[in-house]
């Protein structure tokens, strides 16, 4: 028995931005669908059920951090993260390999796999693409990506070529490894921003994308439209017949963008983390609630929202939960922005059946603007 299968239900006749279905084996996602970030196994300051209550269809969680803490056999005898957690709709674990690349100080990269030290003690520790394999089927999301070389903005052609080609080999040695048929592998697309670098990494992927296919190495610092490029350079050759994953990218206007290119899943931990600064995504703009503008303001943060922190509490009061550093104020903004991108994401889905995405970004960027 087959446990995913997309059903591709309309493309948007004037920018070719795509609606579906993905069906996996907790349960359907509709598409195109932003993926809320629970790194340790939880969205931060947010409650599984306000998720459920806030439109979220799948949450991510890192192979790389629930590998130190609590560690993966310890998930594997609670009975696999969606028993652990409590979440019984679709996980997608990422491989560790960005994490491993940005967060540990130390770290040598050999074909064999990557050598580094723990962030949290130093501890030293190997990811092979059989390690990571291993861990994430410990895991038991139902989507897991592929062990990759992230390869950094401003990599020289030599070395963003020798990280394509390690990604490459290092996917053969997934696919070798990998055991359990009720998870779906996703192949990542590497190459920097060189064009002949990223289309013969997708070449490749693509022949081993039976469930979806992921794009990496993207928003890690570049012009936005330099990302752009790389992806209509890509979109072309992109499968038609399985989910397409951008990964890391969530500011509203990327993920607009990312849709109107034909791209289907989005991740970004964004939303949590302006939260937790004090900011919001409102239909009219970022809204920064510490600002003293706000402090006497009694309206809610965004009356176009039904959240229960616009629909309960002011912009007046939320100003003053986060200058006395008040978790509530983390964990209502979260909420809300959470909703927002859920929301966006449905209304260009409405949209891309309509045939009328061009129109409803050009009635977003008015009202919103573009994010710097």
């Not at 390999?97 to 190997?126: A, C, M, P, R, W």
């Not at 570049?222 to 399985?242: A, G, I, N, T």
């Not at 239909?283 to 039904?306: H, I, M, W």
């Not at 891309?352 to 573009?370: H, P, R, V």
């Amino acid at each position: 028995m087959k446990h995913f299968r997309f059903e591709l239900q309309h493309i948007d006749k004037h920018t070719g931005a795509r609606a579906g279905v993905f069906h996996t084996p907790h349960g359907d996602i509709q598409t195109p669908v932003y993926m809320p970030v629970g790194t340790q196994a939880t969205v931060k300051g947010v409650y599984p059920r306000d998720l459920k209550e806030a439109g979220s269809q799948i949450i991510l969680s890192n192979t790389y951090h629930l590998y130190l803490r609590p560690g993966d056999e310890l998930v594997k005898k609670a009975g696999g993260l969606h028993k652990f957690m409590n979440w019984d709709k679709p996980i997608l674990t990422d491989s560790g390999g960005f994490q491993v690349f940005s967060l540990t100080k130390l770290n040598k990269i050999k074909d064999e796999g990557v050598y580094f030290n723990s962030h949290i003690d130093g501890s030293k520790h190997l990811f092979t693409p059989e390690k990571v394999m291993a861990i994430e089927e410990n895991l038991g999301a139902d989507i897991i990506m592929q062990f990759d070389q992230c390869s950094e903005y401003g990599y020289t052609h030599a070395q963003a070529e020798i990280a394509m080609e390690r990604t490459s080999r290092w996917l053969e040695r997934c696919l070798a490894a990998k055991t359990r048929d009720d998870q779906a592998l996703f192949p990542i697309i590497q190459g920097n921003f060189y064009d002949d670098l990223r289309m013969e990494s997708l070449r490749r992927a693509k022949q081993h994308a039976a469930d979806g296919i992921a794009i990496g190495g993207l928003s890690v610092g570049e012009p936005k439209s330099l990302m752009y490029k790389m992806l209509d350079l890509m979109r072309p050759e992109l499968p038609e017949s399985v989910p397409r994953y951008l990964m890391g990218v969530g500011s509203p206007d990327c993920l607009i963008e990312g849709v109107k290119r034909g791209v289907d899943m989005f991740d970004c931990v964004l939303a949590t983390r302006i939260a937790r600064n004090g900011t919001a995504f409102t239909s009219k703009g970022k809204v920064v609630v510490r600002n003293a503008a706000y402090a006497q303001d009694f309206t809610p943060l965004d009356e176009k929202c039904n959240c229960y922190c616009c629909k309960n509490y002011t912009k007046a009061y939320l100003r003053h939960l986060v200058n006395v550093n008040e978790m509530l104020a983390s964990m209502l903004l979260s909420l809300h922005n959470i909703t927002f991108l859920h929301k966006l994401m449905a209304d260009m889905r409405e949209a891309i059946f309509a045939d009328s995405l061009t129109d409803f970004a050009d009635k977003f960027y008015s009202e919103f603007g573009k994010c710097e």
